[in-house]
């Protein structure tokens, strides 16, 4: 990364002294207007820009907290995003923060594939030069190394990642539980009698199902059992997961294959999945039962019946986050968290067996 001009190096090329510099670019009637005009000039030709937390250093800090995603705009209504979102804003508002956010560049390779998107974070400049008083990064994807190494080499100040799966020394973190949650359900779903559990996943190649696919695996062995990796359906590249005609064709083949119920990975997905179950004129959950992640969608409470859900709290869990970003900002040592999932109480959508 190019070195930034400094308000040292104006005042060297000038000539002057760093004072005179400050004076000039702040319209000081001290300052003469052929020196005002030079200074000017000399900062645009060198693209000067002032440093932000050094202008501050004596008000304090600027009560700016950047929210970095690495996902669109579509995260705000996303009931498993927005909900996380939420959940730190209503934090930062009665601390009377502000939330400044920063939305990713995403370029789409040819085949649509979303997972092989290559994203780009929009806005690090603020994280230079002090308009902000730290971050929240919201990953869809782990943390690479290089990207680790970034942060901790050119952030000059503290950030929190949520939505991980994996801790990164060196920061606070909210994980997102994927392995753990897929545990919890399956705890859950063995507790009631279902031994051939199906599983409809997200983009193939995601972490989301790679962290499934392991706790299904790890669960299975446990148990002297072998999960077959036909019961775990991808949706095809390119394709919505809750895409009426792929949810269809995957029901109806773990139906085939003897499933006695499938694991949703968001609430949408459950909620399409008992209502397409119940166009094919099979009954939830005599027939099939239906298991879902997340918090309960207000669309559910309408369903025939209600869709079961594997639970966490994901308002507290942005709260949580942003309890870690004042952490961060007081400089303690960082600490990784994972959202915690439940077994839900409602049993509606998920027979004995």
Known sequence: MKKRTTIVDLAREAGVTPGTISRALSNDPRVKQETREKIVLLAQKLHYQPNLSARLFKKGRTRNVGFYSEL???VFYNNYFGRLISGVAQAAHEDDVKLVFYFSNIFLPSDGDVVKAKRELTGLDALMDGRIDGAIVLKDEDITEEEAEFFR?????PLVLINNTLETQGFFQLTSGIYDRNLVALEYLFSRGHKKI???GLSAGGVYN???LEAFDTFYKKNGMVFN???FKVPPVGHDVSNSDDLAKSLLDLKKQGVTVVICADDLQ???AIEIL???GLRVPQDMS?????QLARESSLQAPTLSMIETDLEAGGRKAYEFFKAALEGEKPVAQSLVWKAPTDHSSVAKV
């Open 72 to 74: 669109p705009t579509w």
């Open 153 to 157: 080499a050119k952030s000059p100040v």
């Open 198 to 200: 199906g599983a409809i």
């Open 210 to 212: 790679r962290c499934s």
């Open 229 to 231: 990796l036909e019961w």
């Open 270 to 272: 459950g909620i399409f």
């Open 278 to 280: 119940k166009k094919m």
């Open 290 to 294: 239906v298991l879902s992640f997340g």
